[in-house]
């Protein structure tokens, strides 16, 4: 009898160690770029989500952000959309094609459009994110007849560690007295 749970033509699990895979070796490299950014941000008391913006021909990172929302007192300055901004600025131009960005939780709405309007090439995501992720929640944006340009997606990358990071944060959150 087969597995019920294998994937239709997928090869049968190795015995022992896993092949390696370059790719899934570097997304876990460049994650734990982004997941820095993410604990950086909780120390500045931001939520803790993290992104790094790379030139996927190398995987040199052209720019590195976590949450500023607080110290920036700007609703929409989200990981996503100050390392898209930062590496389009010194780029020079508004659309980066040959770039794949790094995120410690699912991107929400507003950042899957800019990602999008970015003609970004690949997302790969930590944590998902079932109240505000858009990419693979709520209004899956990419997937929208409105969207012009789909991203290939990698959900899951790093994922625990993304998902403690806030859990913790918003844990301490709760138990410090309200600000006067
Ligand atoms: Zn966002």
């Given at each position: 009898m087969t597995d019920p749970t294998a994937e239709p033509g997928a090869a049968a699990p190795p015995s022992g160690r896993s092949e390696p895979n370059p790719q899934a070796e570097r997304d876990r490299a460049l994650m734990a770029r982004a997941f820095a950014e993410a604990e950086a941000a909780a120390a500045r008391d931001e939520v803790p989500v993290g992104a790094v913006l790379v030139e996927a021909?190398?995987?040199?990172?052209?720019?590195?952000?976590?949450?500023?929302?607080?110290?920036?007192?700007?609703?929409?300055?989200?990981?996503?959309?100050?390392?898209?901004?930062a590496a389009a600025t010194t780029r020079g131009r508004p659309r980066l094609p040959d770039c794949d960005l790094y995120v410690t939780l699912e991107p929400c709405a507003m950042c899957a459009a800019a990602i999008s309007f970015a003609r970004i090439r690949r997302v790969i995501y930590g944590t998902p994110d079932p109240k505000m992720g858009a990419v693979d929640h709520g209004p899956r944006f990419f997937a929208q007849p409105t969207c012009h340009h789909r991203p290939?997606?990698?959900?899951?990358?790093?994922?625990?560690a993304s998902a403690a990071l806030l859990r913790a944060f918003f844990r301490a959150k709760r138990q410090r007295p309200p600000e006067p």
């Open positions: 021909a190398t995987g040199r990172v052209l720019a590195a952000a976590g949450n500023r929302t607080e110290a920036d007192a700007d609703p929409s300055a989200h990981a996503e959309i100050l390392a898209i901004r290939a997606v990698t959900g899951g990358v790093m994922a625990e």
